[in-house]
């Protein structure tokens, strides 16, 4: 299996932009910090989160072969549930239904680092502070992160957990990395210069 820091030079390799990294980054934090609260391996399931986009772009315009490419790319260098988890994460245009804990953990995991980032880019302080209630008006708010999929953060009841517990994993998990530039965590207004 990949370690980390070859996960993380495969992304370079390929050429990913900067937001694109970052999404990648953010989600490898949300997935380890499930996987430890799941009793599950951090290390498979981090390395899971960072190269599920890494065929993006070169499948964004025809979605249907989006996480297949991927999948098909690492399939000698990560197992099969790894690759079953990127293929469901975008089940909704590639037909790969998600069948257990690890696939619904990378659909909800990935979806909540766009409606978190957006939250703390909005706040004059940015992750600091930020509370499972405030994101849950956001997600009420549809104009808010419109492309972030509400009921894809909500699948996070497929793992056993409550919501409010879910939000507040993503939002220790992006916290524990804001200070990482290539994660693209904004400070918050006042920081955004």
């Not at 978190?116 to 600091?128: F, H, K, T, W, Y």
Request: hydrophobic fraction near 35%; aromatic fraction near 4%.
């Amino acid at each position: 299996m990949l370690d980390r820091e070859e996960a993380v030079s495969l992304l370079h390799k390929k050429g990913l932009e900067e937001n694109l990294i970052a999404h990648c980054l953010q989600t490898e934090a949300v997935l380890r910090h499930l996987a430890e609260r799941l009793g599950r391996d951090p290390l498979l399931w981090g390395v899971t989160g960072l190269l599920h986009d890494l065929d993006y772009p070169h499948t964004k315009d025809d979605p249907s072969r989006h996480g297949l490419v991927t999948a098909q790319e690492l399939a000698d260098a990560l197992p099969e549930e790894a690759l079953q988890a990127i293929r469901a994460h975008n089940s909704e245009e590639n037909g790969t239904m998600p069948e257990n804990e690890f696939d619904y953990a990378l659909r909800c995991g990935e979806s909540v680092t766009g409606l978190i980032s957006a939250n703390a880019l909005v706040r004059p302080q940015g992750m600091e502070g930020m509370k499972p209630s405030s994101l849950k008006k956001k997600m009420k708010d549809k104009s808010f992160a419109a492309n972030v999929s509400r009921e894809r953060i909500r699948e996070c009841e497929k793992l056993g957990l409550e919501l409010d517990e879910f939000l507040r994993i993503g939002i220790e998990a992006l916290a524990a990395i804001a200070d990482q530039p290539e994660a693209g965590i904004g400070a918050g207004k006042e920081g955004s210069g």
